[in-house]
């Protein structure tokens, strides 16, 4: 059950997240409730920073992939930790603006940033673009003009690599709808076409395969194709890309069948292999990226709900239906994600039977989980979802009116503080007349 270092029971034997009672933690802020271990985040950051430097060197550098959890707060943390960030819409670079965080080291993505995103990312100086297609790439080029700047870009290119994960969260493949493909021979043209604009700089090739991806290899492979790329590029044209970004998805750990993964140790075998191959192909080691999302946020997350109603059908299933849902939660919904659920008052009571962790939503595919053996839950119960730091409250929703959940940070000395807010009725109206 404790697929986390984070996770524990108390003397009372109550389920504890960062060392500190999650049933009091409920009662304190109310369900559904979102905890964040703040230490974990950052060492998550530092394994790395500190790695990335190590292996590739001092300029190495990794983005925080926003999507995965953004908010003010998360973006301090980065601005403190030295990590880059990678943005993917003007309503993230907005937060990171008003979080103070230094835009130069941002990146935005996206297979359609529209002209007044990008008008907008290059008035804030925003590092880089991360091209999708040559027609932002001509749009970036023309709004450069306008500003009278030369705008470093990486191109998105597409390796072509099967990662083997969830269909929905495959990115890499020729056929993906980011990037262009290496291939066909349209990402040489994208490069010839980024290399004849006059108010672009060429700073280089980024791809990114996919997410929750447990295998080694499909980084390996990937690093291998853009750096052949990259070889050839030099062959081609005489240009010798000086940054290579490799995106992220390395897995997490939800459940305990699942392997717990040594960041650094893939890290490092991927550079060396990188290495290798530099020097096989006569190049030298661009400045790496990567774009760590899940791993940096995902287990430092924990949801709490409580119980209201308990259905048991006989012959059939039992339900145990929580005050949250796929309105803080979808990625049952979406993708049959697997998840660690337990009742946090008794994580450690013998579980009495099987259940399906039904939300509040008007809609039966509004599960967090089904087959989940839990000990006799019954109403007023909090029950612990594991492992929603990322992807959660990111991709929550206000469907059937149901106001997000707050976020609450602890820190390494036990202070529980508020990050974000419980939304009230009222927000969810603001923008009604
Ligand atoms: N870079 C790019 C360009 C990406 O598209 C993504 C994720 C990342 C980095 C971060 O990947 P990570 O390290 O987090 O795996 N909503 C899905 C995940 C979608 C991921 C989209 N792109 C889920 O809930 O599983």
Known sequence: MWICENLSVSPEGRLTFAGQDTVILAEKYGTPLMLLDETRIRQRCRVYLQTMREVFGADALPLYASKALCFKGLYRIMKEEGMGIDLVSSGELYTAVQAGYPLEFAYFHGNNKTDADIRYAMEEGIGYFICDNSDELDAVNAEAGRQKIRQKVLLRLTPGIDPHTHRAISTGKVDSKFG???????????????????????????????SQIFEYKPFTDAAEIMLRFLAQMKHDFGYE???????????????????????????????????DLCAKLNVTMPRILMEPGRSIVADSGLTLYTVGGIKRIPGFKNYVSVDGGMSDNPRYALYQSDYTVVVADRPLAEADGRYTVAGRC?????????????????????????????????????????????????????????????????????NEL
């Open 180 to 210: 262009v493909a290496i291939e066909t021979g349209q990402a040489k043209e994208f490069v010839r076409h980024a290399l004849a604009l006059p108010h672009v700089q060429l700073m280089g090739y980024h791809c990114h395969i996919g």
């Open 241 to 275: 890309a000086g940054e290579l970004n490799l995106g992220g998805g390395m897995g997490v750990r939800y459940i305990a069948s699942q392997p717990q993964i040594d960041y650094a140790a893939n890290i490092a075998g991927i550079g060396k292999i990188m290495k």
């Open 362 to 430: 008007c809609e039966s595919g509004d599960l967090i989980q089904e087959n989940v053996l839990l000990s006799s839950p019954r109403k007023g119960d909090r029950l612990a979802v594991f492992t929603t730091g990322a992807y959660n409250y990111s991709m929550s929703s206000n469907y059937n009116r149901i106001p997000r959940p707050p976020i609450v940070w602890i820190a390494e000395d036990g202070a529980d503080t508020l990050a974000v807010r419980r939304e009230s009725f009222e927000d969810m109206v603001k």
